[in-house]
């Protein structure tokens, strides 16, 4: 079993639909939680960071923790073309000298 | 901002010779450079964690003769993939971090694409 798991998708959405995208963890120790996406061909980006269980919310982007479940959360509101790309959740164990370990990513396409 | 660049961007080699690439952290200094690899429509995968003037730390798994990474500068860390077999071809990707401990962000470069042919 994977630490760090990720539905693959590929998730296609209307322009303007919410975009919900979740990882579970089995590490119950993981204490920093990112999202981050992924355009094709190209490096990482951080979008979300949060490391406590509730929400944060970024202008369109609310990403969710739930400790308890072992359950992280992240939503698009008002999706555009422009959100189609990879997300990837992330974790990382509070000593772990910033090691992270990824979910292995949701593809999102977003139809305009 | 935190800019990584990565050089090359792309790179074809001959089964056998040996790849250098090249990861740079622009305007800050990094402490911590990280490496990692990625197969089409997979995750990336941790392959190596390299600290400036010390030896990189390598994951279970990742031979260190065949992937030599030298940190020598706050700002330079490189991969070289010797004696490269078409199997070595992928993605790589480096991330660097302004500081340790409690700093928690990895700014990722853009990736470098390594066909062996």
């Known amino acids: 079993q994977k630490e760090v798991e990720q539905d693959p998708g590929p998730l296609s959405v209307p322009e303007g639909a919410i975009v919900s995208l979740n990882c579970t963890y089995s590490n119950s120790a993981f204490q920093y939680f990112m999202w981050y996406r992924q355009y094709s061909r190209k490096g990482p980006e951080l979008l979300m960071y949060t490391y406590s269980s509730g929400n944060k919310e970024d202008g369109r982007f609310t990403a969710q923790v739930d400790k308890s479940s072992k359950y992280i959360s992240l939503f698009i509101r008002d999706s555009q073309p422009s959100d189609s790309a990879t997300y990837l959740c992330a974790m990382r164990l509070k000593a772990a000298g910033n090691k992270l370990t990824f979910g292995g990513g949701t593809r999102v396409l977003v139809k305009p | 901002g935190a800019v990584v660049s990565q050089h090359p961007s792309w790179v074809i080699c001959k089964s056998g010779t040996s790849v250098k690439i090249e990861c740079r952290s622009l305007?800050?200094?990094?402490?911590?450079m990280f490496w990692y690899r990625q197969f089409p429509k997979q995750s990336l995968m941790l392959m190596a964690t390299s600290n400036e003037g010390s030896k990189a730390t390598y994951e279970q798994g990742v031979e260190k003769d065949k992937f030599l990474i030298n940190h020598a500068s706050l700002t330079l860390s490189t991969l070289t993939v010797t004696s490269a077999h078409p199997e070595d071809s992928s993605f790589y990707i480096c991330s660097a971090t302004r500081g340790a401990g409690g700093s928690y962000e990895q700014y990722f470069g853009p990736g470098t694409r390594l066909t062996v042919t």
């Open positions: 305007d800050f200094q990094a402490t911590t």
